[in-house]
Structures are given as structure tokens and as C-alpha cells.
């Protein structure tokens, strides 16, 4: 029976939009733990990881351009997050990380990646998160985990947990991609990243995209990380995330891609990130991102 430890990443401070911490929370009130549990899934819930440092709300995320904003507790909550997605893998586990803010993939994937040789990463998300200071327009770090995680920006994040890149950009997959910004492009442009945009995907269909990012890993890769935002969905879907952007993907066709996720076998890991409570409509976000969940377990959807 697969064992899945649910680690919730509590955590604000890669953006300025307070309240997404509080996501895991969120999920949990709309039944994940029971919805996995459905699918014979043994699931054990670690609880929340929290930073050292509180949430200063009168200056939270404020500080000069061209700094990381919120640097010390961004790094306090990663370090401690790799330590417990590296001992829930080690433990022959599938870490499910629940956000929070999607800066919290620099402590996923740096406390996921020794275990593998040449991990895969699909990227699915509105955003490319390829920044690092010198290309973000905001400084927040939740625009840079990819980068960090393939080497770029600040030293002690590159190398927190592990020395050293924790993912080769040719084993990285980018699905939903539609608000990049122009050092990203060039990154991936330079680095021949594989990228499906919503044009791709509307052209393609998500069946085609889903299984060519699949082929594409296939061989090359010995364990695949999905990390997950809400907002590559349509904000018409998601409304509850601190950045949406419009023209999204669907949920059936999220529901859909997860389900190949599943039949493949492929994914040893996950992250689902940037649920903001404080932003959402009745929870709906949460609930719809506790189903896209359950699909990717197995959960036939009616």
C-alpha cells in the first residue's frame, strides 16, 4: 500500500499577500486526509512546519529593490522543510507538501532531490518561477524556487540542505505556462527547456501535453516531482491564490492530467501551493484543490 506523508508548509513569506499560510489548514478542512484515505492510500499527516521567525504584519515583504524580501525566515523554513520531506522519502514514503507559497519547493526539492540521481520536475503553474534578483520585478522569493533549485541566485539557497543544483533544467517540464517575464524567457530559451503554454495546451490538448511531458522524462529521469500551483488553473476555478492570472486551465482538465499522472506510476512526489484562504470564496479553492489531489491518487471523479 503507498504511504503518503502529508507535510504542511505554513509559510507567507515568499510573497506579500498574507494568508497563505494558512492553506494547509484550509486543505485539510475540506477532507484531504479523508479523500486520499478513500483510495486505500495509507496517509500520515506530519503536521505543520512553521519558521522560527512570526509574520510582522506591518512589514511583511517590505524592503529595498534588488533584495530578497523576507531572506532570513525564507531560509529557516526551507532548511527546515528539506529535513522533513529528505526524512519522509528516506522513510519510503511520497511526500505530499502542502503550501503555503510556492518558495516553499526550494525545501521540497532540496530535501527530495538526494535521493535521486537525475530527478524530473513538472512545473505546473501559470509562472515559471525562473527568476532570481537581478530578473524579478518584485524580489519575492516565490517568483525564483526553479531557478534556485537549477542553481541560479542567492548562495545559501542554492545550496541549503545539500551543496550544490538540486534539478538539471533538461529534466524539467513547465505545463500552463502564461505570465513569464523576459529573463525567464531567455532562460528558458538558452537552456531548451521543455515549455507547454495555455496556447499549446488549447492547440495540443491536454491529453497530448500530459503524455508528451511524461515521454519526455521517460528514461531520462528516476523519480519525477510535481509541483503544483493553484493559480495554473483560471482564477474562475481557483479565485482563493495570491496571483492569477486569467486564461487558465480548467479543473476537468487538471482532474484529467492527474488521472494520466496516476495510471503512469510516474510521480514520487508532490508539492500544491499557494491556497490563500483569505482570498478565496467559501473555501472553494481548497476544495477544488483537494480534488485535483485525490485525482492524482486515483479518486474516479463523477
Not at 531567455?186 to 511524461?214: C, F, P, Q
Amino acid at each position: 500500500m503507498l504511504k503518503v506523508d502529508i507535510i504542511g508548509a505554513a509559510t507567507s513569506f515568499g510573497q506579500p499577500k498574507l494568508g497563505v499560510d494558512l492553506g494547509p489548514d484550509a486543505l485539510r478542512y475540506a477532507n484531504l486526509v479523508e479523500e486520499i484515505k478513500s483510495v486505500d492510500v495509507e496517509v500520515n499527516d506530519k503536521g505543520n512546519i512553521y519558521s522560527d521567525f512570526k509574520v510582522d504584519v506591518p512589514t511583511h515583504s517590505s524592503s529595498e529593490d534588488k533584495v530578497l524580501k523576507n531572506y532570513g525566515q525564507v531560509v529557516n523554513f526551507n532548511e527546515k522543510l528539506a529535513a522533513s520531506a529528505d526524512e519522509s522519502v528516506a522513510s519510503g514514503a511520497f511526500p505530499l507538501i502542502i503550501g503555503g507559497d510556492h518558495s516553499l519547493a526550494i525545501g521540497s526539492l532540496a530535501g527530495i532531490s538526494p535521493h535521486y540521481n537525475n530527478l524530473g520536475v513538472i512545473w505546473y503553474d501559470a509562472h515559471a518561477d525562473l527568476n532570481d534578483i537581478n530578473t524579478s520585478p518584485s524580489g519575492n522569493v516565490h517568483g525564483m524556487p526553479l531557478a534556485i533549485s537549477c542553481g541560479i541566485g542567492d548562495e545559501r539557497l542554492v545550496n541549503l540542505h545539500t551543496p550544490d543544483i538540486k534539478v538539471k533544467p533538461r529534466n524539467i517540464v513547465l505545463i500552463g505556462m502564461r505570465d513569464l517575464d523576459e529573463g525567464e524567457k531567455k532562460y528558458i530559451r538558452d537552456e531548451n527547456i521543455l515549455m507547454y503554454t495555455m496556447e499549446d495546451i488549447e492547440e495540443k490538448g491536454i491529453s497530448t501535453v500530459m503524455t508528451e511531458a511524461l515521454e519526455y522524462l521517460h528514461g531520462k529521469t528516476d523519480g519525477i516531482h510535481l509541483s503544483l500551483d493553484v493559480d495554473a488553473l483560471d482564477p474562475s476555478e481557483t479565485p482563493g491564490t495570491g496571483t492569477p492570472v486569467e486564461n487558465g486551465l480548467s479543473l476537468s482538465d487538471t482532474i484529467h492530467a492527474m488521472n494520466l499522472l496516476h495510471e503512469s506510476g510516474s510521480v514520487t512526489s508532490m508539492d500544491l501551493v499557494e491556497v490563500n484562504p483569505l482570498l478565496d470564496d467559501r473555501n472553494m479553492t481548497a476544495e477544488k484543490a483537494v480534488a485535483i489531489v485525490a485525482a492524482f491518487f486515483g479518486k474516479e471523479q463523477k
